[in-house]
């Protein structure tokens, strides 16, 4: 469930400390389920659901080996773009890096 939380809250930009005052907690009772070093007491799974709006359940799932984002900023021109890869464990990243080489590669020819 912690790693969820942290995906889930560097989604929204909040901090620790924001989240923590949401739920009434201390920033390190937050921080140590994001970390796993302690459980989240069941009376705040509503709440973390709540804050995140997602479904309870979704704070359960399983790891997504690979989520993408797509963030482009109102400029002008349209000129600048940010694609977000958050990749969960090390061999999804070497075989996209992987991938994306040789993607790169193809497109220089």
Known sequence: MGTNLKRLR???K???QDIADLLG???NTYAN???ETTD????FIPQLADI???KIQDLFEE???LEISNNTFDNKD????LIIFNISDKATIDSFTSKFQELIKELKK
């Open 10 to 12: 560097s989604k929204t």
């Open 14 to 16: 909040y901090s620790n």
């Open 25 to 27: 907690v201390d920033r």
């Open 33 to 35: 389920w994001e970390n």
């Open 40 to 43: 989240v007491k069941s009376q």
């Open 52 to 54: 995140f709006k997602v």
């Open 63 to 65: 790891d997504r080996k």
């Open 78 to 81: 349209n000129s600048i773009g």
